[in-house]
């Protein structure tokens, strides 16, 4: 009877092993697919933000899409303009990331900060509430748009 009782325990052993790993194993796949994501989201911005640098070298591309810049200016506008989107491309990355738990709280408050002092700069408020299209997380955008507003403005603007 012993016998049976230990081979009884061995067997459920077993069962709550396998359990347990499969349990570990569809925790893994969920966190592989967050980091995943991530990735995804960070490789399109970076390609966005190739089109934006594209344009900073060479102003006269904005004129590819009109609506890319409301008005455009001289080149030196139009390179301030793509500069800070490229910018905002970055914190963008950094703001995702901490919202799905890719990034600690306090590396984004450090970016946050950062980009308070920024967002205080004439060209940075300028690209900010212009209508020109900007294409960013919608809660992103937001989120800009209010830093803008609570931040004091430095200087004349660009």
Sequence with gaps: MDFELV?????????????????YTAVQFKKNREA???AN?????????HLREMRVTD???ADVYRH????????EEIRRYFFNLMQVAVFEIVWYGRSRGQV?????????????EIAAE??????????SMKIMHDDFQRLMLE????????????
Excluded: C, N
């Design 147 to 158: 830093m803008v507003k609570t931040t004091t403005p430095r200087g004349p603007a660009a």
């Design 36 to 38: 995943q994501h991530f």
């Design 122 to 131: 004439p060209s940075f408020r300028k690209m900010m509430t212009s209508a």
């Design 41 to 49: 989201f960070a490789k399109l911005v970076e390609l966005q933000m």
């Design 68 to 75: 890319d810049v409301e008005a455009a200016g001289p080149p």
């Design 7 to 23: 081979k009884v325990l061995l067997q459920a052993l077993s069962s709550f092993a396998i359990f347990g790993g499969l349990i």
């Design 59 to 61: 102003p006269s591309l």
């Design 104 to 116: 600690p709280q306090d590396y984004y408050q450090s970016w946050e900060r950062r980009m308070r």
